[in-house]
């Protein structure tokens, strides 16, 4: 076994535990806001050392190489920028917060806000 497929072996159960513990996590989460937190990790920290994986064993200049380097790149980029546009929105349109929640910081601010508690 060379170099190369321990670190491919190694990245791609780095991705494997990041991928399964943000499936359980959006399983178990009480809220859509913890869900997208626990989603946007499963496919940013799972899916990336896969793309770096891939890219370890196929050689970054290759086809495959190069372009997962590039769409990795873009998950990082697209990912958090993405799953702050589906918080907000479900804020804005008044999903709930789990009640467990310890504070409503943008909601506390509003002169139309109401106490939940």
């Not at 190694?10 to 009480?30: D, E, K, N």
Request: aromatic share 8%; glycine share 8%; net charge positive.
């Amino acid at each position: 076994m060379s170099l190369r497929d321990v670190f491919t072996t190694v990245f791609c159960v780095i991705g494997l535990f990041f991928s399964l513990t943000g499936a359980i996590g959006i399983v178990r989460m009480p809220d859509v806001y913890t869900r997208i937190q626990c989603s946007s990790k499963t496919v940013t920290m799972g899916a990336v050392p896969y793309l770096i994986a891939l890219a370890i064993a196929k050689g970054p200049l290759s086809t495959y190489g190069s372009r997962a380097l590039i769409v990795g790149i873009l998950l990082l980029v697209v990912n958090p920028a993405a799953s702050h546009a589906v918080a907000r929105a479900a804020y804005k349109t008044g999903v709930p917060m789990w009640r467990g929640s310890v504070a409503d910081e943008p909601r506390r601010g509003r002169p139309d806000a109401e106490d939940p508690r």
